[in-house]
Structure formats: C-alpha cells, structure tokens
C-alpha cells in the first residue's frame, strides 16, 4: 500500500508540474503583447511606455521564461496563487468564491447523470437487444455527439424564451441552475448509460456463471454478488474520465448561462491575459483531476484485488 | 546437433532454468515433461533465443541456434494463426520470411503426409476443426525443412483420439525429413510412445534424464516415480505386470 | 434410489445437438461418458443436471476448470456460504471439516479469493462444495484436463475414497477413454449428440461395437497404438 501511494505521490508530482509548465508556457507565448494587454485592462487605452516597463518588471517579463516561470511557482508551492495582474487583488479568495457556485453545479450535474444512466441502463439490459435496449444505446450515443454548447442553447429556447418557465442567465436562485444542471447532466447521463450498459452485459457473460446457476443460487443473488461487483469496476474506472469531460462541459455551460464560477472565472482571466488567474484555474484543475484519480484508483483496487495482486 | 550447454535462466529474483544440459541429434526427439511452472516453456524461449540465458549457452552445430531457423509448434492451433489470413498464406510465411523458392511439389506433399486437404488452405483459421488447424501448424513448421522443430505441448488442445493420430503424423513426417524434434509436453504417455529420451524438469532443473523405456521401466528418481504413477492413475500409460 | 432421466435433448441455433435420450444411475455407480470432442458430452452433462433438479434429485455439476465454477472477486468462504444456502443448508463446521480433510484443502485460506490458492486446490474445493448436499449424482466434466497431472491423479484418488462407500453416482466425462478405463465400471459412448454404446468397461473394451467406440478402443493406450 505504502509503495502504491509513493507511485501516486511520485506521478502527481509530475503531472501537476507538467500541468504548470504547459500553461505557463503557452500564455508566454501567446500572440500578442501581455504588458500591453494588463496595462489596457487597468489603465484603458492609450498607455504610456514607462507603465508598460514597469508592468514588464513588475511581472518579471524582462528576465526570460525561467525566471518569470519560477517567480509564480515558488510563491505558488506554499499555497500563493499570488495577486492579479489586472487589478492587484489576492487571486485565491476569488478562486474560493467562484468554486462555491462551481461545485454545487457539478456535483448536481454528476447525481442527475447517475440517477438517469442507472436505471436506463438496468432497463436497457433486461432484454438485450430489444427495442428498448436500442432505444437507450441510439439515445446515448446522440447525447454523447451533442455539444454542450449547442444543448444548452436548445434548453435556452425552449425553457426560458418559448415557454418562459425557468430563468436563463445567472445564479441568483436554485431554479437559475435547473437549465445547466440538464446541459451537464445530459452528456454525463449520456456516456454513463453506455458504459454501465457494456459493463452489466460484459459481467453477464462471464465464463463461472453458468455455474453458479447449475449449483442453484437464485437468480437475484447471481445478480447482486456475480454481476454486480463486476460490472461497477470498469464504471468506476471511467468515472475519473467523466470528470475531465464534466470541467470541460463547466467550462461552456458558465459562459452560455453567464454564470459566475471557475469556468467564466477562466474565461474572463484569458482575456484579460491574467496570467496568475489562468494559471491559478489550471492548476486547480490539475489538483483536482489527480485527487480524484487516486480516490478512483483506490476503490478500484478494493473492487477487484486482482489489479495489486495481493489478497486478504 | 543440438547443444544445450549448462544454461540457466533467471527472471527478476526467482531462477526459472538452474544449469540444464543435454544435447539432441538430428533424426531423434527428446520429450521434456514436468509440471506447470517447472521451466518448460522458458527452455523452449531459451533455445530461440528469446529469453537470455544468465549462464550457459544454447547452440546448433557450434553455431547459434537461430542461424539453423529452427520451427515452433504451438498449443493452441488456432490462437497460432493470424485470424484474419488464409490458412495458406500463415503457412507459406516461413518461405517468404527466409525468402526461399516456393515449391508447389512440398507443399502438395506435407499436404498429403499430415491429411490436410489443400482446398482447407483457403480457409481462415475458425473454419477448420482444432485437430486440422494443428496439422496446419505442423505444415507451416515444416514448409522451410527445418533440422530442429520445436513442439510446445503439441497435442493437448486435441481429443485423446486426434492426439495419437497427430503423433503418428509427427513421428511419420520426422522419420522421413530427419529433423531434431524437442517436445515439451505434460503427457508421459506421448512421452513414452514417441520420444527417445524423456527428460523430467522440476522447478528449472533436470531432475531426470534417460531413455524412455527405462525412464518408464523404472524411473530413477522419486519425482520421475511420481510422474510415472500420475501417468498410471489416469490411464496414460498401462502398468506392465 | 436409481436415478432415471427420459428425452433429454437440446438445440442449439436449429441443429439438433442432443438427440433424444435415457439414461439411468444406480446409487453409487461409476460411469463414464466419452466421445470425441463435439460429440455432446458436456451437454448431456448439463441437460442432465437440469432435468434431475427439476426432478428434485440431488445433483452437482464440476466444471472442467476452477475459472468456469469460482467468482475471482469473492472469497472462499463466500463460495462455500453461498453454496450451503442454496441447497437451504444452515452453516456446519463439521461437514466442511469433513470434506476440507477429504481433499486435502483444510491448509486453504477460506478468506482468499480463488486465485489465492493453487489451480489444483481450487479444483478440489469446488468439487468438495459439489459435495455439500451429499448428491446422488456427481458430475464432472473433464476433471483433469486443466490441471497438471500430477495433481488431477492426487484429486481423483481423493475423490475415489471419498465416495468409495457412499451412495453418491459419479459420471465421469472425458475425451479420454484411458482415463475412463481406469476408473470406472460402466462406460457410454457418444457420437453426434446420441448415445451409441453404454455397457460395463470390462465387456466394452474386450468388444467395442460400432465403428467410434473401435476407434476409441483402438487409441486407447499411447503404448499400442494401431498401424
């Protein structure tokens, strides 16, 4: 177990460095000057030479890519995520409070996708190949080709403008978040139904069941402690992916239903070529993406102890 | 002439081969016997060359063994062939692997010595039965007239009946191409009708080497008794009173 | 109580499989059942377990190997639970005592999952949860293919004294008419899903009647083959 845990340790170190690097890299390089394009946020147009100098300075952009690289790291590893350079203010506080309507939605989004993907694919799979398997495979893999963006805004014109049921924009309310909890939940229910569908049928098919019938356990125990166990290990597996997919999804939804959060937080940084926020987000990003993957991998390896190879 | 010189073979901690030696002439077999994990399949890579031997060394007439393009047969006959290949294009790979003139009169020859009929040839490997596949395996070993065939428990994917046949067919073909045939097997009675010499491996040593009659007759080792009475209890072999 | 089973038969996508069928077990009889592979051994083996049970005989089924009778994910004590309740049996630490020593598996871990133990120690727990309910027909299907032979003779012999004086059948289902031979008292023949021969080994193998039960006679032994 110990050894397993500095194995994570040792790779989340690399990918929350790689994560750093690759961000801070690619705003370095991005077209365009970013002094000017800070000096313009603060100051408006028509900036003078000696304020771009000394945001240059003040950034650390005159000394090349390392130092300025490591100037934001080293504050970054004991917890700064350092002020903005548009307005000066701590990032982090910000960061806090675009995560307090950021979460909520996710973790809503995520229970409506499983509260949705379960039961449809428990139905589905009663009768494989039926027309109502068909219909839940057909509908998954529409929802999985639809965009969020492009959902989103169908929701928006037929719920907030035809029928003028729920609000569109904002998040004053809980009913403010029904509309994009529906765009997120959508995609997630969408790839779920496929996966727990596959991993039911895949579960059913294996090799020491007939068995277990020939020895005459009922059919319900068959189900609960044959197929079950076996077909939530591949789900869980993909559940760390879903995740990329649902902070990709957070990202559209935010900005479509101007909604504040990490996403339109993310947005606005960009354009504003706010460096410490971009790279605060990222990196947030990269955080959580790890946690959550040690968390799966744990309880995958307490699902199937094949996978360590030890047991009891 | 193959030489097996002393070799051992280590993976990670454990020793998998602990200095095994004999050596194998063309025209004779030799069967290696033992149980799952004795080494077996690790002294068939040893001797291709595809696991390196920490000590010792492996040769075919004083040059490395590769240089003689030995042959494989496999267990499992179909799993040997490229699913999605004709048959007759996985069994001419040897002569297009070593670039050889391909003659249409070995090929109709091995078809008839092995009971393949050639029309089978057009077929992917899921179209024949386990027992044709096999014989295919055995052309495809054949095809290039290798002088040292390898058999990787050769028989015991195939009924009890197809099994003596096939050997028959195996023995029938090396009597007429002379070839060294080295079979690893968990079969005693296969051993004991069809090699020369029957050699037991336990736990990556030779723990008894001799000829087949007196390796049955009467084994020199409590391990080789072992195997010999495992034969008896399940009918392989028949005691003589 | 003889055990009497009529019209088993089976299809599979159109093609009959197994042709209409009797058979009978007296208690404590050995049987084999041979043929060559495709032949329908298994299914007979498995038709009959069914039909039995609907009969309310009891009978257990022994997979040719562990993978296709054990769940890698549960314990064995699990399995053994598991096994205990469907036959409606309450836990009893005596009989598995009596069974564990009877294959030599009371050394096994219970709280391991199946591929914690040795192939040839799972083979021998699934035989002794088969053994449970004291069924009045063991099936096993190729019990020694999967296993080294060493072990599957060890497992047999076991098996042999265990059931020497119970009233237990054993149908024994090979491909392998030597390893029949060898230990049983009755033998069945089958060819394309029909029983062609059922008669005692002795008279069987001293005069084989149709043309696959010559055959099989005939490569019977690896040291007197034919030609």
Same mark, same amino acid.
């Given at each position: 177990?110990?050894?397993?845990?500095?194995?994570?340790?040792?790779?989340?170190?690399?990918?929350?460095?790689?994560?750093?690097?690759?961000?801070?890299?690619?705003?370095?390089?991005?077209?365009?000057?970013?002094?000017?394009?800070?000096?313009?946020?603060?100051?408006?147009?028509?900036?003078?030479?000696?304020?771009?100098?000394?945001?240059?300075?003040?950034?650390?952009?005159?000394?090349?890519?390392?130092?300025?690289?490591?100037?934001?790291?080293?504050?970054?590893?004991?917890?700064?995520?350092?002020?903005?350079?548009?307005?000066?203010?701590?990032?982090?506080?910000?960061?806090?409070?675009?995560?307090?309507?950021?979460?909520?939605?996710?973790?809503?989004?995520?229970?409506?996708?499983?509260?949705?993907?379960?039961?449809?694919?428990?139905?589905?799979?009663?009768?494989?190949?039926?027309?109502?398997?068909?219909?839940?495979?057909?509908?998954?893999?529409?929802?999985?080709?639809?965009?969020?963006?492009?959902?989103?805004?169908?929701?928006?014109?037929?719920?907030?403008?035809?029928?003028?049921?729920?609000?569109?924009?904002?998040?004053?309310?809980?009913?403010?978040?029904?509309?994009?909890?529906?765009?997120?939940?959508?995609?997630?229910?969408?790839?779920?139904?496929?996966?727990?569908?596959?991993?039911?049928?895949?579960?059913?098919?294996?090799?020491?069941?007939?068995?277990?019938?020939?020895?005459?356990?009922?059919?319900?125990?068959?189900?609960?402690?044959?197929?079950?166990?076996?077909?939530?290990?591949?789900?869980?597996?993909?559940?760390?992916?879903?995740?990329?997919?649902?902070?990709?999804?957070?990202?559209?939804?935010?900005?479509?239903?101007?909604?504040?959060?990490?996403?339109?937080?993310?947005?606005?940084?960009?354009?504003?070529?706010?460096?410490?926020?971009?790279?605060?987000?990222?990196?947030?990003?990269?955080?959580?993406?790890?946690?959550?993957?040690?968390?799966?991998?744990?309880?995958?390896?307490?699902?199937?102890?094949?996978?360590?190879?030890?047991?009891? | 002439?193959?030489?097996?010189?002393?070799?051992?073979?280590?993976?990670?901690?454990?020793?998998?081969?602990?200095?095994?030696?004999?050596?194998?002439?063309?025209?004779?077999?030799?069967?290696?016997?033992?149980?799952?994990?004795?080494?077996?399949?690790?002294?068939?890579?040893?001797?291709?060359?595809?696991?390196?031997?920490?000590?010792?060394?492996?040769?075919?007439?004083?040059?490395?063994?590769?240089?003689?393009?030995?042959?494989?047969?496999?267990?499992?006959?179909?799993?040997?062939?490229?699913?999605?290949?004709?048959?007759?294009?996985?069994?001419?790979?040897?002569?297009?692997?070593?670039?050889?003139?391909?003659?249409?009169?070995?090929?109709?020859?091995?078809?008839?010595?092995?009971?393949?009929?050639?029309?089978?040839?057009?077929?992917?490997?899921?179209?024949?039965?386990? *027992?044709?596949?096999?014989? &295919? =395996?055995?052309?495809? /070993?054949? %095809? +290039? !007239? @290798?002088?040292?065939?390898?058999?990787?428990?050769?028989?015991?994917?195939?009924?009890?009946?197809?099994?003596?046949?096939?050997?028959?067919?195996?023995?029938?073909?090396?009597?007429?191409?002379?070839?060294?045939?080295?079979?690893?097997?968990?079969?005693?009675?296969?051993?004991?009708?069809?090699?020369?010499?029957?050699?037991?491996?336990?736990? *990556?040593?030779?723990?008894? &080497? =001799?000829?087949?009659? /007196?390796? %049955? +007759? !009467? @084994?020199?080792?409590?391990?080789?008794?072992?195997?010999?009475?495992?034969?008896?209890?399940?009918?392989?072999?028949?005691?003589?009173? | 109580?003889?055990?009497?089973?009529?019209?088993?038969?089976?299809?599979?996508?159109?093609?009959?499989?197994?042709?209409?069928?009797?058979?009978?077990?007296?208690?404590?009889?050995?049987?084999?059942?041979?043929?060559?592979?495709?032949?329908?051994?298994?299914?007979?083996?498995?038709?009959?377990?069914?039909?039995?049970?609907?009969?309310?005989?009891?009978?257990?089924?022994?997979?040719?190997?562990?993978?296709?009778?054990?769940?890698?994910?549960?314990?064995?004590?699990?399995?053994?639970?598991?096994?205990?309740?469907?036959?409606?049996?309450?836990?009893?630490?005596?009989?598995?005592?009596?069974?564990?020593?009877?294959?030599?598996?009371?050394?096994?871990?219970?709280?391991?999952?199946?591929?914690?133990?040795?192939?040839?120690?799972?083979?021998?727990?699934?035989?002794?949860?088969?053994?449970?309910?004291?069924?009045?027909?063991?099936?096993?299907?190729?019990?020694?293919?999967?296993?080294?032979?060493?072990?599957?003779?060890?497992?047999?012999?076991?098996?042999?004294?265990?059931?020497?004086?119970?009233?237990?059948?054993?149908?024994?289902?090979?491909?392998?008419?030597?390893?029949?031979?060898?230990?049983?008292?009755?033998?069945?023949?089958?060819?394309?899903?029909?029983?062609?021969?059922?008669?005692?080994?002795?008279?069987?193998?001293?005069?084989?009647?149709?043309?696959?039960?010559?055959?099989?006679?005939?490569?019977?032994?690896?040291?007197?083959?034919?030609?």
């Amino acid at each position: 177990m110990i050894g397993v845990f500095t194995g994570f340790l040792l790779r989340a170190i690399v990918v929350l460095i790689g994560a750093a690097l690759a961000t801070f890299a690619l705003l370095w390089h991005a077209p365009g000057d970013p002094a000017l394009a800070i000096a313009e946020a603060r100051y408006g147009q028509n900036v003078s030479k000696e304020v771009l100098d000394f945001i240059r300075s003040e950034a650390g952009f005159d000394d090349g890519f390392w130092t300025a690289f490591w100037a934001w790291l080293s504050p970054l590893m004991l917890g700064d995520f350092g002020q903005s350079s548009v307005n000066g203010r701590e990032v982090w506080p910000d960061v806090v409070t675009a995560m307090s309507y950021t979460f909520p939605l996710a973790l809503v989004s995520l229970a409506l996708g499983l509260a949705v993907s379960v039961p449809l694919a428990l139905i589905a799979t009663r009768k494989p190949g039926s027309w109502l398997d068909r219909g839940a495979v057909a509908l998954a893999s529409v929802g999985v080709a639809i965009p969020a963006f492009w959902l989103g805004l169908l929701l928006i014109l037929l719920f907030a403008v035809q029928l003028g049921w729920l609000p569109a924009m904002g998040a004053e309310t809980s009913a403010h978040s029904i509309l994009p909890a529906m765009t997120l939940g959508f995609g997630v229910a969408a790839s779920l139904t496929r996966i727990i569908r596959s991993g039911i049928l895949e579960a059913r098919g294996q090799p020491f069941l007939p068995a277990f019938t020939r020895r005459g356990v009922a059919r319900r125990d068959i189900a609960r402690d044959h197929v079950a166990p076996h077909a939530v290990v591949p789900v869980v597996t993909v559940l760390g992916l879903e995740l990329a997919f649902l902070l990709e999804g957070l990202v559209v939804v935010e900005v479509i239903f101007a909604r504040p959060g990490l996403g339109s937080f993310l947005v606005n940084a960009i354009f504003a070529r706010d460096f410490p926020k971009v790279q605060a987000v990222v990196i947030l990003a990269a955080v959580i993406f790890v946690v959550v993957n040690l968390a799966i991998d744990l309880i995958y390896r307490s699902l199937d102890p094949r996978v360590s190879g030890r047991d009891a | 002439m193959l030489t097996v010189d002393n070799i051992s073979v280590r993976r990670g901690v454990s020793t998998t081969l602990e200095e095994v030696s004999f050596s194998l002439e063309p025209g004779r077999t030799l069967a290696v016997v033992g149980e799952s994990g004795a080494g077996k399949s690790t002294l068939i890579s040893a001797i291709l060359g595809l696991v390196r031997c920490s000590a010792g060394g492996v040769s075919w007439n004083g040059a490395p063994v590769s240089r003689c393009r030995p042959a494989l047969v496999m267990q499992e006959p179909r799993a040997a062939f490229n699913p999605r290949l004709s048959l007759r294009r996985s069994v001419m790979e040897p002569v297009v692997a070593q670039n050889l003139v391909f003659e249409p009169e070995r090929l109709a020859m091995l078809c008839r010595a092995l009971e393949v009929q050639p029309d089978l040839l057009e077929r992917r490997p899921d179209q024949v039965s386990i *027992g044709q596949a096999q014989r &295919m =395996g055995i052309l495809r /070993a054949l %095809i +290039a !007239a @290798p002088p040292l065939v390898l058999f990787d428990e050769p028989l015991s994917a195939l009924d009890a009946v197809t099994q003596k046949h096939t050997a028959r067919l195996i023995a029938d073909m090396q009597a007429q191409e002379g070839f060294a045939a080295l079979i690893v097997t968990h079969d005693l009675g296969y051993a004991a009708a069809f090699a020369d010499d029957i050699a037991a491996l336990r736990e *990556g040593r030779i723990e008894e &080497m =001799g000829t087949a009659q /007196a390796f %049955i +007759a !009467a @084994p020199q080792t409590d391990y080789g008794r072992t195997l010999r009475d495992a034969a008896f209890a399940l009918g392989a072999l028949e005691r003589v009173a | 109580m003889t055990l009497h089973v009529h019209g088993l038969s089976a299809e599979r996508s159109g093609q009959i499989i197994l042709h209409p069928t009797n058979v009978d077990f007296k208690p404590g009889e050995r049987v084999g059942l041979v043929g060559a592979s495709g032949s329908g051994k298994s299914t007979l083996g498995h038709e009959l377990v069914d039909a039995l049970r609907a009969q309310g005989a009891s009978v257990a089924h022994v997979p040719q190997s562990p993978d296709e009778a054990l769940d890698p994910l549960r314990s064995m004590a699990f399995h053994w639970r598991e096994a205990e309740r469907a036959l409606g049996l309450a836990p009893d630490d005596a009989r598995r005592t009596l069974l564990f020593k009877a294959l030599q598996i009371e050394r096994g871990d219970l709280r391991r999952r199946p591929w914690g133990w040795s192939r040839g120690m799972q083979q021998r727990f699934v035989i002794a949860m088969a053994l449970i309910g004291t069924p009045d027909l063991l099936v096993m299907d190729e019990p020694t293919s999967a296993l080294d032979p060493v072990v599957a003779a060890g497992t047999m012999d076991l098996l042999d004294d265990y059931l020497k004086d119970r009233q237990t059948a054993l149908l024994l289902i090979t491909h392998d008419l030597g390893l029949a031979a060898r230990r049983v008292a009755r033998l069945i023949v089958m060819d394309a899903g029909r029983i062609v021969e059922d008669a005692p080994t002795e008279a069987f193998l001293a005069s084989p009647k149709t043309r696959v039960a010559k055959s099989l006679c005939a490569h019977r032994n690896w040291l007197e083959l034919p030609c």
